[in-house]
């Protein structure tokens, strides 16, 4: 797919390999892969149109239209804008934790909190802490505002205690706010 791309005179990111561009006079067209599945996007319908037929050609696609959801991130879109947004992912997260009841909590993490790397018991299946924390990262694609908490708890992955697991049940209730 990269070659093929290329050949069509998309630039591949650097930062991000499963991202590929193409701009042309103002006008522009990405294309973000993921194993299977191509997200085609940009300000060009025609190159839209060309690239989706080019691609057809060389490897039979489907084209479902309009993109509602694409790695846990649901789109929706007015006359203005496109909103992005986890709220099923939220949900799940929420119900794998067992707090579909939880009220929300103002801050991600208690003011004043101080982690020890060592203080507490070791978390019964450290598994389960390193899950909700790897969930709660990449929620922070559309909920900037527990970056900071969630990078905190990610400090502690390799042998978490139960006053860091507590910690990530406390962030798990504010991703709950207004967005459920």
Wanted: proline share 4%.
């Amino acid at each position: 797919m990269t070659k093929f791309l290329l050949g069509k005179g998309f630039l591949q990111s650097k930062n991000d390999y499963s991202l590929f561009s193409k701009h042309h006079g103002g006008k522009q067209v990405f294309i973000l892969v993921y194993v299977d599945d191509l997200l085609i996007t940009g300000n060009d319908l025609e190159g839209i149109a060309k690239i989706k037929h080019d691609l057809h050609s060389a490897y039979t696609i489907k084209d479902v239209g309009m993109a509602t959801y694409f790695l846990g991130i649901e789109i929706s879109r007015s006359k203005s804008s496109t909103f992005l947004t986890q709220r099923k992912y939220i949900l799940d997260i929420l119900s794998d934790a067992g707090m579909t009841g939880v009220k929300p909590a103002k801050f991600p993490l208690p003011q004043g909190l101080n982690l020890s790397a060592i203080i507490g018991p070791l978390v019964f299946d450290p598994a389960v802490y390193k899950r909700l924390v790897g969930r709660l990262l990449y929620l922070t694609l559309t909920r900037s505002d527990i970056s900071y908490a969630v990078q905190h708890l990610s400090q502690f992955l390799q042998q978490p205690v139960e006053p860091h697991y507590q910690a990530a049940i406390i962030a798990c209730s504010k991703i709950f706010e207004g967005h459920c």
